[in-house]
Nanobody
Framework: VQLVESGGGLVQAGGSLRLSCTVS????????LGWFRQAPGKERDFVSA????????VYGDSVKGRFTISNDNRKNTLYLQMNSMKREDTGVYYC?????????????????WGQGTQITVTS
């Protein structure tokens, strides 16, 4: 089973992007899902998480009110809608999936990770 992110790229500050994460070779059934990011020279940060049912959504403080996480279980796809983007949103964004109720914010022990997709926000 592999996670594949798409939708990264270059965006101006204040703009929007939508990331997608699809599963290859399996399904998201009963998996909690989430997004993390890593800026150059910094540690990996939690961005957002969603339960498989979609009932529970959690956001990191720096993205609250700007980013929205969602999932389409029929398509085995996770999304991250990013609005009002800032330069500090720049980094590599990783999709994560784990057979738990919700993704842990420290990222430790998560079963599946995507390869990452680069987002660069310019001023």
């Amino acid at each position: 089973v592999q996670l594949v992110e798409s939708g990264g790229g270059l965006v101006q500050a204040g703009g929007s992007l939508r990331l997608s994460c699809t599963v290859s070779g399996g399904s998201f059934s009963s998996y909690a899902l989430g997004w993390f990011r890593q800026a150059p020279g910094k540690e990996r940060d939690f961005v957002s998480a969603i339960s498989w049912s979609g009932d529970t959504r959690v956001y990191g403080d720096s993205v609250k009110g700007r980013f929205t996480i969602s999932n389409d279980n029929r398509k085995n796809t996770l999304y991250l809608q990013m609005n009002s983007m800032k330069r500090e949103d720049t980094g590599v964004y990783y999709c994560a999936a784990d057979p738990s109720s919700i993704i842990v914010e420290d990222g430790i022990g998560i079963e599946l990770w995507g390869q990452g997709t680069q987002i660069t926000v310019t001023s």
